[in-house]
């Protein structure tokens, strides 16, 4: 099995600054494409960021500029660095990666449990 867990969230002002972790872990071979997925209350879950193995990026518009994804591979681990918060930020935030638990087994999307980040004065 694998398991992706989260932490950094929290409550931050506006214009406060927060930085998520998810580390993967459990029977993995390899990993594609690692990312942060977001949800605020009564919308639908949204694309943040993404970053593949080799390092290439994309993000959201609404947060370019703003927030800067990483990752280890040798920690399997990525790292999602948000700036200039902003009230609409907030939500869950979810980590999703593609994993490939043996040579011979295809990708497999594997989801955290999400981190609540609330931007409020």
């Known amino acids: 099995q694998v398991q992706l867990v989260e932490s950094g969230g929290g409550l931050v002002q506006p214009g406060g600054s927060l930085r998520l972790s998810c580390a993967a872990s459990g029977s993995i071979f390899s990993i594609n494409a690692m990312g942060w997925y977001r949800q605020a209350p009564g919308k639908q879950r949204e694309l943040v960021a993404t970053?593949?193995?080799?390092?290439?990026?994309n993000l959201s518009d609404s947060v370019k500029g703003r927030f800067t994804i990483s990752r280890d591979n040798a920690k399997n681990t990525v790292y999602l660095q948000m700036n200039s918060l902003k009230p609409e930020d907030t939500a869950v935030y979810y980590c999703?990666?593609?994993?490939?638990?043996?040579?011979?087994?295809?990708?497999?999307?594997?989801w955290g449990q999400g981190t609540q980040v609330i931007v409020s004065s």
């Open positions: 970053i593949t193995d080799g390092g290439s990026t």
């Open positions: 999703n990666s593609k994993v490939r638990r043996s040579k011979w087994s295809p990708y497999d999307n594997y």
